[in-house]
């Protein structure tokens, strides 16, 4: 059967306008217009990009099988696939050569798991956590991906992050109250109590967009934006250390906001063009990339405090249809997104009807590319 990707997507859900509580946070706080543009072909993918690495996840066994990447760890020659579909992570050597995975775990007795939500490394120490969901534990492994503890957990987490010595969690807020927060605990002591460092209530549940509400930032710290929010924040050793306010104009919540007491019905029927879920937020010091749950590519200039948000944008150094990002840590500089299997086999049929040598490009994608195979990992490089 033909895979139907290249890479994983973003996530999202559906949350009632803005019961935000922030802990802690004094200062640095931004608010950013987003201008968006809907001019045919206005983004060029080299004038962000300037080069790429093309990486084959072997399938050479049932393990290794990837039904849907949902976060790629990499770290000391190691990729983490973090794949909640097929209820495991697995590992890969820096070249794409299968290693082991966690499908043996799965199961109701001691040091197993019945469902794995999310994954993170722990660079500092060396380590990856595993967030499970039934029952609510922690499991710590080696890079090698061998066991080394499971730590009982109070709270579900949807996602995690692990910088420093903090492990983040976006989890359901306390008994009583509907919505979800950011929380944070020392990764010495997790089965600790964690606090909470964002929250945000009113809920309107069920409302997902795929990809990834918390993620690593590569100048250290997290970026997190809860559903529904409009806030973008930095978090570094458990605070709010900076904040950007995203104003999607007539196509954002600030200039619509939604009722207290709405239903999903009326929101899906009146809201589906508005930009609600800010998830994915890739980059580096100057520039950030991120999706909603609409179908543009939104770029922030980091040092004009600008926005601009791209309807229609294209891949002018490859000759494949592009969509999401996919969660990614472990990449100073770049940024790894979704390709389609049936838009590059598309893109080689053509070439070869040409009747015309194949370039360099796609000849090395030819040989690397399996469309009934795991995801062929495109790792760009920022300019």
Request: with cysteine.
């Amino acid at each position: 059967m033909m895979r139907k990707f290249i890479l994983p997507l973003l996530f999202s859900v559906s949350i009632i306008f803005i019961s935000c509580q922030r802990m802690n946070y004094t200062r640095n706080e931004k608010d950013i217009y987003v201008n968006m543009v809907k001019n045919e072909n206005s983004l060029a993918f080299s004038s962000f990009l300037n080069g790429y690495k093309a990486i084959v996840l072997s399938n050479n066994m049932p393990d290794a099988f990837i039904e849907n990447p949902d976060r790629l760890l990499f770290t000391d020659n190691r990729i983490f696939v973090m794949d909640r579909s097929g209820n495991k992570v697995l590992m890969f050597d820096g070249s794409g050569k299968f290693l082991r995975s966690t499908a043996n775990r799965v199961g109701k007795g001691h040091n197993e798991y019945i469902g794995v939500m999310d994954a993170a490394v722990d660079e500092k120490d060396g380590k990856l956590y595993v967030q499970c969901d039934a029952p609510y534990q922690m499991m710590v492994f080696d890079l090698d991906l061998n066991l080394e503890k499971v730590i009982p957990m109070d709270d579900y987490m949807r996602e995690i992050a692990v910088d420093d010595d903090y492990i983040y969690g976006i989890c359901y807020n306390d008994q009583g109250k509907e919505g979800y927060r950011l929380v944070v605990t020392d990764k010495h002591h997790p089965e600790t109590k964690a606090t909470t460092v964002i929250s945000y209530e009113n809920v309107i549940s069920g409302r997902w967009t795929s990809g990834k509400s918390l993620m690593p930032c590569a100048s250290g710290g997290v970026y997190v934006c809860l559903p529904f929010d409009t806030h973008i924040y930095k978090v570094k050793e458990g605070e709010i250390v900076e904040s950007f306010n995203m104003d999607f104009g007539a196509e954002g919540l600030i200039e619509n906001p939604i009722s207290k007491g709405a239903t999903p019905q009326w929101f899906d029927r009146n809201c589906r063009d508005l930009n609600w879920s800010i998830v994915n937020m890739t980059g580096n010091d100057s520039i950030m990339i991120f999706n909603t749950n609409r179908e543009y590519a939104f770029i922030m200039d980091m040092y004009r405090s600008e926005c601009k948000g791209y309807l229609n944008w294209y891949n002018d150094l490859l000759p494949f249809s592009c969509s999401r990002i996919i969660p990614t840590s472990g990449i100073k500089n770049g940024i790894v997104y979704l390709f389609y299997s049936g838009s590059i086999v598309d893109a080689l049929k053509q070439a070869e009807k040409k009747a015309a040598p194949l370039s360099p490009v796609l000849r090395d994608i030819k040989e690397k590319f399996d469309p009934n195979g795991n995801p062929l990992i495109i790792v760009w490089t920022f300019r």
